[in-house]
């Protein structure tokens, strides 16, 4: 065990934190390690339990002392009485369980699985955290147009939509313009009118031919 740590034994309680010890460390802790176990300790006595956590937290990080864990887990479980946080709650219990892997021989051991099993039995108590409810999702109010009179009332303007505009139909291929049998009368009427006006033109006397026929400057 290490003899600085071993000088600064307190009392082992529900009270006080015990002393840290060392057997895996070999020497003497350093003196700031000393130092900040001593400032935990008096802040431990005097009820700051937020500054007995960071004393406690150094002097851990410096020295490695497995009872310190037990110390850190100590001024956790007091800052819940005090503060009603729950996080230091949890916290606490993880540090004691941690201790109690550390140090399986502890002597603490009965009094640490005692207090583990308070905590359990606080933490079962406790109602359940709400769940987070998903935003609220408000729409965009719309704003409907005003029109102002030259006396100055407002009135909503109405808006009529206006219907969708109708394409002109394509023309239907089943009337008559449609039919082949109305384009094949049609042709034959013309032909014969040809035919008829060539024969007229014919009969006249003197007609010219109609492959030989130039023209007459005089």
């Known amino acids: 065990m290490s003899r600085g740590f071993a000088a600064l034994a307190v009392a082992v309680g529900l009270s006080l934190p015990v002393a840290a010890s060392s057997q895996e460390q070999s020497g003497e802790p350093s003196a700031e390690a000393r130092a900040a176990f001593d400032e935990?300790?008096?802040?431990?006595?005097?009820g700051h339990?937020?500054?007995?956590?960071?004393?406690?937290?150094?002097?851990?990080?410096?020295?490695?002392?497995?009872?310190?864990?037990?110390?850190?887990?100590?001024?956790?479980?007091?800052?819940?009485e005090v503060?009603?946080?729950?996080?230091?709650?949890?916290?606490?219990?993880?540090?004691y369980r941690s201790y109690l892997r550390e140090d399986p021989q502890s002597p603490e051991r009965a009094e640490v699985e005692g207090m583990l099993g308070e905590i359990e039995e606080r933490l079962a108590a406790l109602p359940p955290e709400p769940r987070e409810s998903p935003p609220e999702v408000h729409p965009s109010p719309v704003i409907a147009p005003v029109q102002v009179a030259e006396d100055g009332t407002r009135h909503p303007v109405v808006v009529t939509p206006t219907p969708p505009s109708r394409e002109p139909s394509a023309p239907s291929r089943g009337g008559a313009l449609g039919r082949w049998w109305f384009w094949t009368i049609a042709g034959a009427v013309v032909v014969g009118a040809a035919a008829v006006t060539v024969l007229a033109v014919s009969a006249e006397p003197d007609a010219p031919s109609a492959g030989l026929a130039t023209v007459d400057f005089r």
């Open 40 to 46: 935990g300790r008096t802040a431990f006595r005097l």
């Open 49 to 80: 339990y937020d500054e007995a956590i960071r004393q406690f937290e150094l002097a851990y990080r410096l020295s490695h002392a497995r009872k310190l864990l037990y110390n850190i887990a100590q001024s956790y479980r007091r800052n819940f």
């Open 83 to 95: 503060e009603g946080d729950v996080a230091d709650l949890r916290r606490a219990r993880e540090l």
